[in-house]
């Protein structure tokens, strides 16, 4: 009996996956892995990566004994955005600070859902969400990120 892809979507969905994780068990291959009681900056990677490649794994079995819905066109326009925001937000962290590059963040990916919507409710959600995460990330746990930019270097 030859083997058919019941399940599109999961069988690709189960590829990248699994490509992702071993790209990322090789990247990680020269880290030091530690122990559970002392973990190297590689025991993380290395953990998530292996989960990767199983769930995809797991994915793409799934994939060949499940009846699915067919691939959908790739719509290229949200994946620019997305792109595209990951970008801005690396441009403007160290000039304009996280508080700026963050809102510019989840507007230009928000742009990219069909399902999204701008309007005063999103906008506070936005500004909240990044106020909070601020606080948590680079307040209380110290990453090394301004807040507020300096504009020095950005015109």
Same mark, same amino acid.
């Given at each position: 009996?030859?083997?058919?892809?019941? $399940?599109?979507?999961?069988?690709?969905?189960? &590829?990248?996956? /699994? &490509?992702?994780?071993? /790209?990322?068990?090789?990247?990680?291959?020269?880290?030091?892995?530690?122990?559970?009681? %002392?973990?190297?900056?590689?025991?993380?990677?290395?953990?998530?990566?292996?989960?990767?490649?199983?769930?995809?794994?797991?994915?793409?079995? %799934?994939?060949?004994?499940?009846?699915?819905?067919?691939?959908?066109?790739?719509?290229?326009?949200? &994946?620019?955005?997305?792109?595209?925001?990951?970008? /801005?937000? @690396?441009?403007?962290?160290?000039?304009?600070?996280? =508080?700026?590059?963050?809102?510019?963040? =989840? =507007?230009?990916?928000?742009?990219? $859902?069909?399902?999204? %919507?701008?309007?005063? %409710?999103?906008?506070?959600?936005? &500004?909240?969400?990044?106020?909070?995460? /601020?606080?948590?990330?680079?307040?209380?746990? @110290?990453?090394?990120?301004?807040?507020?930019?300096?504009?020095?270097?950005?015109?």
């Amino acid at each position: 009996m030859p083997l058919s892809i019941g $399940s599109p979507k999961d069988f690709w969905m189960g &590829v990248f996956y /699994a &490509v992702i994780g071993a /790209a990322a068990l090789l990247i990680s291959q020269d880290y030091a892995f530690g122990t559970t009681a %002392r973990m190297g900056p590689g025991f993380f990677p290395v953990i998530v990566a292996v989960l990767l490649v199983a769930v995809g794994a797991i994915s793409i079995l %799934r994939s060949l004994r499940s009846k699915g819905e067919p691939l959908e066109p790739l719509k290229l326009l949200p &994946v620019l955005l997305v792109f595209g925001a990951i970008l /801005a937000f @690396g441009l403007l962290v160290e000039t304009a600070g996280y =508080l700026v590059a963050g809102i510019v963040l =989840l =507007l230009l990916s928000g742009a990219a $859902s069909q399902y999204a %919507r701008l309007n005063a %409710r999103t906008l506070l959600g936005a &500004v909240a969400f990044i106020v909070i995460t /601020a606080l948590v990330f680079i307040k209380g746990l @110290g990453v090394a990120m301004p807040m507020i930019g300096t504009w020095q270097n950005f015109f």
